[in-house]
């Protein structure tokens, strides 16, 4: 069965709307695993938007299940311009600190409201692989983020990558429109290309209840999908549990 990964970071925005500790994000982590969860997933952001370098901290003292961190490599410390609320250390070093089951390496930066694409390693391989190397001596599996891009799939395995997670917004946009036959089949040619290079499989971003299923019929060997926003707001529709349920009925 495809593991049903959580991210917690739309929790830890709601609690960081107001100086307070409620909503807890352990608290979440805990019921999240309690109700069938394979896994928490986080995406610590320097300015600390949401999940904060402490939240990975805490979670990493008390989670029994695979715990995912993802974010920029090479984002660098910060100070930070909130009363009470610590530095960002930089993401390698938070890293460094936690030892996650799986780190995601995501091209994203300071200005952009969420993850929207993957990374180009003809630009960037060079920069990111002494990364992988150092992820990898630490016992740590390194997944990268990435387009449907069978050229730039093939690349992140002579990289040292050991998954790759494709990134499905555009596949959320297409689904139940014209595009959506063509988009689907773009991720299926990318799945097998991955599964041809030795690379595990994730996936992520906008997949929710309606599309979920069929992503997973389709795409071969998917091993992991990390859920957050669309979670989160079924989890206030459905309750928790049930949302959990719910997500995983569309992965077996």
């Known amino acids: 069965m495809t593991a049903l990964s959580i991210n917690l970071n739309k929790i830890a925005l709601i609690r960081n709307s107001r100086d307070t500790e409620y909503p807890s994000v352990i608290e979440h982590a805990k019921r999240c695993i309690a109700a069938g969860a394979h896994g928490i997933t986080v995406h610590p952001r320097p300015d600390q938007r949401h999940i904060r370098a402490d939240d990975c901290y805490a979670l990493a003292d008390v989670l029994d299940v695979e715990f995912n961190i993802e974010g920029n490599p090479l984002a660098a410390p910060m100070k930070s311009d909130r009363t009470g609320v610590s530095d960002?250390?930089?993401?390698?070093?938070?890293?460094?600190?936690?030892?996650?089951?799986?780190?995601?390496?995501?091209?994203?930066?300071?200005?952009?409201?969420?993850?929207?694409?993957?990374?180009?390693?003809?630009?960037?391989?060079?920069?990111?692989?002494?990364?992988?190397?150092?992820?990898?001596?630490?016992?740590?599996?390194?997944?990268?983020?990435?387009?449907?891009?069978?050229?730039?799939?093939?690349?992140?395995?002579?990289?040292?990558?050991?998954?790759?997670?494709?990134?499905?917004?555009?596949?959320?946009?297409?689904?139940?429109?014209?595009?959506?036959?063509?988009?689907?089949?773009?991720?299926?040619?990318?799945?097998?290309?991955?599964?041809?290079?030795?690379?595990?499989?994730?996936?992520?971003?906008d997949l929710n209840l309606h599309n979920l299923a069929l992503f997973k019929r389709s795409v071969d060997q998917l091993l992991e999908v990390s859920i957050g926003h669309a979670f989160t707001v079924d989890a206030i529709e459905l309750g928790l549990d049930r949302a959990i349920a719910a997500y995983l009925d569309c992965l077996r």
């Open 88 to 205: 960002y250390p930089g993401f390698m070093e938070i890293i460094r600190r936690t030892r996650p089951a799986q780190c995601t390496l995501v091209p994203d930066n300071n200005s952009q409201l969420t993850s929207d694409h993957g990374f180009d390693l003809k630009r960037d391989g060079e920069k990111i692989a002494p990364i992988i190397e150092e992820l990898r001596a630490m016992g740590v599996r390194v997944s990268l983020f990435m387009d449907p891009d069978a050229e730039q799939i093939r690349l992140a395995k002579t990289f040292g990558a050991d998954r790759i997670e494709l990134y499905t917004g555009p596949y959320a946009q297409a689904y139940g429109s014209p595009q959506q036959e063509n988009c689907l089949a773009r991720f299926v040619n990318a799945s097998r290309v991955a599964a041809e290079s030795g690379l595990g499989l994730n996936a992520g971003h």
